[in-house]
Nanobody, 113 residues
Framework: QVQLVESGGGLVQPGGSLRLSCAAS????????MDWYRQAPGKERELVAA???????NYADSVKGRFTISRDNAKNTVYLQMNSLKPEDTAVYYC???????WGQGTQVTVSA
């Protein structure tokens, strides 16, 4: 099993940037895929980005070109760099490990002037 702790959320103005971190309690070297999801008020949780062990990435259309997912296996951490943020990016962001069906506690991102 693995425990996940997200950090890096906060309040940012439109056009700004944030970097989210997801720290795992054990080595993630062998974890094939790690994901970032988000859930806005009144909406379903949606996949934002995913990264495989080999570094292949996949993004939701709504964030392509603005968000970048990366992983540092030596630090047992997955990152989500979010640039050119929009008000519609406001949500709670969750780290997820499919192989363990494990969610982090979430971190709030609010994009507002």
């Amino acid at each position: 099993q693995v425990q996940l702790v997200e950090s890096g959320g906060g309040l940012v103005q439109p056009g700004g940037s944030l970097r989210l971190s997801c720290a795992a309690s054990r080595s993630i070297f062998s974890i094939y895929t790690m994901d970032w999801y988000r859930q806005a008020p009144g909406k379903e949780r949606e996949l934002v980005a995913a990264i495989t062990m080999g570094g292949s990435t996949n993004y939701a259309d709504s964030v392509k070109g603005r968000f970048t997912i990366s992983r540092d296996n030596a630090k047992n951490t997955v990152y989500l760099q979010m640039n050119s943020l929009k008000p519609e990016d406001t949500a709670v962001y969750y780290c997820y490990v499919p192989v363990y069906n494990k969610w982090g506690q979430g971190t709030q991102v609010t994009v507002s002037a």
